[in-house]
C-alpha cells in the first residue's frame, strides 16, 4: 500500500482515517514531521487524545523536504497527464507510479534478479 494521502477534500476525517491506518500497518511513531498543515496536526492531536499517546509533532522544514524530494519523480511523471478523468483512475494510476518507483529505489521486499518493469508485473498479476 503506497505511503501517500489522496482524498477528493483534505479534511480531518480523512486524515484521521489515513494516520489510523498508517499506524495500524506500521505501529505507532514516535515523532511524525508534516507540513503546516492544520488538517493534520489537528489529526495527529485527536490521535493523541484518543489513544492516549504522546507522538511528537515536528514542523521542520527542512526534514519535511526529503519527504518532498521522494515524490519529486511521482510529480515528474504525471505532470505530463493533464489531469485525470475521475477520481478513481487517478488513485489506480499514482499508485502504480509509486509502486515503480518503490521498486526502483530498492524497497520491494521481492527477491530474485527480475528487472523493475518484471517485478511490477509480478506484483500486479
Same mark, same amino acid.
Given at each position: 500500500? &503506497?505511503?501517500?494521502?489522496?482524498?477528493?477534500?483534505?479534511? !480531518?476525517?480523512?486524515?484521521? *482515517?489515513?494516520?489510523?491506518?498508517?499506524?495500524?500497518?506500521?505501529?505507532? &511513531?514516535?515523532?511524525?514531521?508534516?507540513? *503546516?498543515?492544520?488538517?493534520?496536526?489537528?489529526?495527529?492531536?485527536?490521535?493523541?487524545?484518543?489513544?492516549?499517546?504522546?507522538?511528537?509533532?515536528?514542523?521542520? %522544514?527542512?526534514?519535511?523536504?526529503?519527504?518532498?524530494?521522494?515524490? *519529486?519523480?511521482?510529480?515528474?511523471?504525471?505532470?505530463?497527464? !493533464? $489531469?485525470?478523468?475521475?477520481? *478513481?483512475?487517478?488513485?489506480?494510476?499514482?499508485? $502504480?507510479?509509486?509502486?515503480?518507483?518503490?521498486?526502483? %529505489? /530498492?524497497?520491494?521486499?521481492?527477491? /530474485?534478479?527480475?528487472?523493475?518493469?518484471?517485478?511490477?508485473?509480478?506484483?500486479?498479476?
Amino acid at each position: 500500500m &503506497p505511503d501517500f494521502l489522496l482524498t477528493a477534500k483534505r479534511d !480531518l476525517k480523512a486524515a484521521l *482515517r489515513f494516520l489510523r491506518k498508517a499506524i495500524g500497518q506500521h505501529g505507532a &511513531p514516535q515523532k511524525i514531521t508534516i507540513d *503546516r498543515s492544520g488538517t493534520n496536526t489537528a489529526a495527529i492531536e485527536s490521535y493523541n487524545a484518543e489513544h492516549d499517546t504522546e507522538i511528537e509533532i515536528r514542523r521542520v %522544514k527542512y526534514l519535511h523536504n526529503i519527504v518532498e524530494q521522494d515524490h *519529486r519523480a511521482v510529480k515528474r511523471v504525471t505532470r505530463p497527464a !493533464l $489531469g485525470f478523468k475521475s477520481f *478513481r483512475s487517478a488513485v489506480a494510476t499514482l499508485a $502504480g507510479v509509486e509502486l515503480m518507483h518503490m521498486i526502483r %529505489k /530498492g524497497q520491494s521486499r521481492t527477491t /530474485g534478479e527480475l528487472r523493475p518493469a518484471e517485478q511490477f508485473y509480478s506484483l500486479a498479476a
